[in-house]
């Protein structure tokens, strides 16, 4: 009590808020994709669902024609060392609205590049390893590098 410290504080250092870092990253993202040739608008709303029942979901990023579909995650390792488990149950969100979006849709997960020094991977590199039963057929996982500005294609 006093301390001063807040411990459930979970936003980025540096950043006015999470919802910022997030809304920055979606426009990294939807630059990076214009330089591919790729024109998506933000906040791009679909019907998706398993059954004939449909419900919108507005994905980060997309586009109806050509379809696509982007979801956006910025996030990094934590400052300990470990895997952001609460952030890959996130990912794993964003591989299941991918499953049940149109088929038709090209789908990308644009992710920022964390690489972890002692494992040697970065955290999508990890994400793949771990996580590749969860990752939909034909679902693209672009890693994007701040020095560097442009992006590789993982899977």
């Avoid at 980025?12 to 979606?26: A, Y």
């Avoid at 956006?72 to 400052?79: A, I, P």
């Avoid at 789908?107 to 990890?126: M, S």
């Avoid at 039963?133 to 994007?144: F, K, S, T």
Wanted: hydrophobic share 35%; net charge positive; charged share 20%.
């Amino acid at each position: 009590m006093g301390s001063g410290l807040d411990i459930n504080n979970f936003q980025r250092i540096g950043s006015i808020s999470n919802t910022r870092v997030g809304s920055d990253f979606e426009s990294i993202a939807q630059a990076v994709l214009a330089t591919a040739g790729i024109q998506v608008e933000k906040r791009f709303r679909l019907p998706v669902g398993i059954n004939a029942k449909k419900k919108v979901h507005s994905f980060d990023l997309g586009s109806a024609s050509p379809p696509i579909i982007v979801e956006c995650k910025s996030h990094r390792w934590t400052t300990g060392g470990n895997m952001p488990s609460a952030k890959m149950t996130v990912w794993n969100e964003a591989m299941y609205y991918f499953s049940v979006a149109p088929t038709e849709y090209r789908k990308i997960l644009f992710v920022l590049r964390d690489h972890h020094q002692k494992r040697g991977v970065t955290l999508a590199e990890y994400y793949l390893d771990r996580h590749s039963h969860l990752i939909p057929e034909g679902v693209e996982i672009w890693e994007y590098d701040e020095g560097s500005g442009g992006a590789t294609v993982l899977k």
